[in-house]
Nanobody
Framework: QVQLVESGGGLVQAGDSLRLSCAAS????????AGWFRQALGKEREFVAFITWNGGSTNYADSVKDRFTISRDNAKNTLFLQMNSLKPDDTAVYYC????????????????WGQGTQVTVSS
């Protein structure tokens, strides 16, 4: 069992940056790959970024590539999402999640989820 708690969301202006954190507790977070998803009001949850258990490989949605960076510190059981050049379209609730196998972009393959943190980008 892994418990995840996101933090770092807030209200920013277009072009600003935010860094989201996801604190993990429980069983062997460092053995799980992890990802960030987001859900805008009235829309389905969508994949944002993925990182392998050791941080050796990452993947991003096209919409955030070159603006967002996923990273992790397994010594501190923490996952991060650095978001730069934010746009109003990035407004959503952001969720961190952990998984052991399956397609990294498919939310159904993630077994553990945080409660989400709101990011609002004004124009």
């Amino acid at each position: 069992q892994v418990q995840l708690v996101e933090s770092g969301g807030g209200l920013v202006q277009a072009g600003d940056s935010l860094r989201l954190s996801c604190a993990a507790s429980g069983h062997n977070f460092d053995t799980y790959s992890a990802g960030w998803f987001r859900q805008a009001l009235g829309k389905e949850r969508e994949f944002v970024a993925f990182i392998t258990w050791n941080g050796g490989s990452t993947n991003y949605a096209d919409s955030v590539k070159d603006r967002f960076t996923i990273s992790r510190d397994n010594a501190k059981n923490t996952l991060f999402l650095q978001m730069n050049s934010l746009k109003p379209d990035d407004t959503a609730v952001y969720y961190c999640a952990a998984r052991s196998s399956g397609s990294y972009y498919d939310a159904l393959t993630y077994a553990y989820w945080g409660q989400g943190t709101q990011v609002t980008v004004s124009s």
